[in-house]
T-cell receptor, first 115, second 115 residues
Framework: GAVVSQHPSRVICKSGTSVKIECRSL??????MFWYRQFPKQSLMLMAT?????????EQGVEKDKFLINHASLTLSTLTVTSAHPEDSSFYIC???????????FGEGSWLTVV | AQSVTQPDIHITVSEGASLELRCNYS??????LFWYVQSPGQGLQLLLK??????LVQGIKGFEAEFKRSQSSFNLRKPSVHWSDAAEYFC?????????????FGTGTQLKVEL
């Protein structure tokens, strides 16, 4: 099946700094990728839809200036958490829609800890 | 608006016993339906999906699910559970339109398997 890879899997950063998480589709081109956030023992919350070559579409309540999304190529989307604070600590998961548009594959997730 | 309900937060079954995880959805038209499994600290793995056709779909790891339009349900089943099936299971629903599908997830069901 299709593979989506995230990097890094775990990252610790200091409060006030920025951190970038990458999401790559390894064996297919993805014009659309999605970024989710998951708090412990909770479901996934969609943060934004990342569109290749255009601006991301953010869900209500998600600060677009804080969570910068760039989808520069058909296989890579990045999420940058700017001026991170401890409350941004969470599990971030990306997903990518395959070429048929029928299936969405998820990355392994990235644990962010802000200290 | 689309929504997904997973009524059971936790389920415990004995190894070798049968399993059924419930999922009810709300959507204005025929939806795409998915079941994903998440192991602790990991991303999501697609178990199976339903778009159209045969209402009983087979997935990986011996799982199957049945789409029942009249009940707005898409319950996941497995005839004989293995200890390695212990994980969090998410049901998700998405629109049929191609491109930019946004999945809505249920709150998840935590499966515990007793040896």
């Amino acid at each position: 099946g299709a593979v989506v890879s995230q990097h890094p899997s775990r990252v610790i950063c200091k409060s006030g700094t920025s951190v970038k998480i990458e999401c790559r589709s390894l064996d297919f081109q993805a014009t659309t990728m999605f970024w989710y956030r998951q708090f412990p023992k909770q479901s996934l919350m969609l943060m934004a839809t990342s569109n290749e070559g255009s601006k991301a579409t953010y869900e209500q309540g998600v600060e677009k200036d804080k969570f910068l999304i760039n989808h520069a190529s058909l296989t890579l989307s990045t999420l940058t958490v700017t001026s991170a604070h401890p409350e941004d600590s969470s599990f971030y998961i990306c997903s990518a829609q395959d070429g048929s548009g029928n299936t969405i594959y998820f990355g392994e997730g990235s644990w962010l800890t802000v200290v | 608006a689309q929504s997904v309900t997973q009524p059971d937060i936790h389920i415990t079954v004995s190894e070798g016993a049968s399993l059924e995880l419930r999922c009810n959805y709300s959507y204005g038209a025929t939806p795409y339906l998915f079941w994903y499994v998440q192991s602790p600290g990991q991303g999501l793995q697609l178990l199976l999906k339903y778009f159209s056709g045969d209402t009983l779909v087979q997935g990986i790891k011996g799982f199957e699910a049945e789409f029942k339009r009249s009940q707005s349900s898409f319950n996941l089943r497995k005839p004989s559970v293995h200890w390695s099936d212990a994980a969090e299971y998410f049901c998700a629903v998405g629109p049929l339109t191609g491109g930019g599908n946004k999945l809505t997830f249920g709150t998840g069901t935590q499966l515990k398997v007793e040896l």
